[in-house]
């Protein structure tokens, strides 16, 4: 099984940085794609980067792009989410989410309905 747990969330100043990181909560031998998906008060859901299985290929979200790096150790078995530049609308909760297949190693995907397996969330919060 491959249930996301996210960690690293916390209370920054605009302009700060925070490092999020996504394991495993049981044991894997192998990796999956992995996305990170946001979530504000009232509002919906919206992804936010995304890395294949492999860590060949990722993309990030237009307004993340520049400030936010997804990346990933396969030998930990972790992904991580470096987020630098962090301004007030970045703020949310912030899931980590892992897709079941393993086929198609270089592939990433940005829709959260490929995803099988959802973290709790971590709360990020920037204060302006």
């Known amino acids: 099984q491959v249930q996301p747990v996210e960690s690293g969330g916390g209370l920054v100043q605009a302009g700060g940085s925070l490092r999020l990181s996504c394991g495993a909560s049981?044991?894997?031998?192998?990796?999956?794609?992995t996305g990170w998906f946001r979530q504000a008060p009232e509002k919906e859901r919206e992804f936010v980067a995304a890395?294949?299985?492999?860590?060949?290929?990722?993309a990030h979200a237009d307004s993340v792009k520049g400030r936010f790096t997804i990346s990933r150790d396969n030998a930990k078995k972790m992904v991580y989410l470096q987020m630098n530049s962090l301004k007030p609308e970045d703020t949310g909760v912030y899931y980590c989410a892992r897709r079941e297949g393993t086929y198609f190693s270089g592939n990433y995907y940005t829709n959260p309905d490929e995803y099988t397996y959802w973290g709790q969330g971590t709360q990020v919060t920037v204060s302006s």
């Open positions: 049981g044991r894997t031998f192998t990796n999956h794609a």
């Open positions: 890395i294949s299985a492999s860590g060949s290929s990722s």
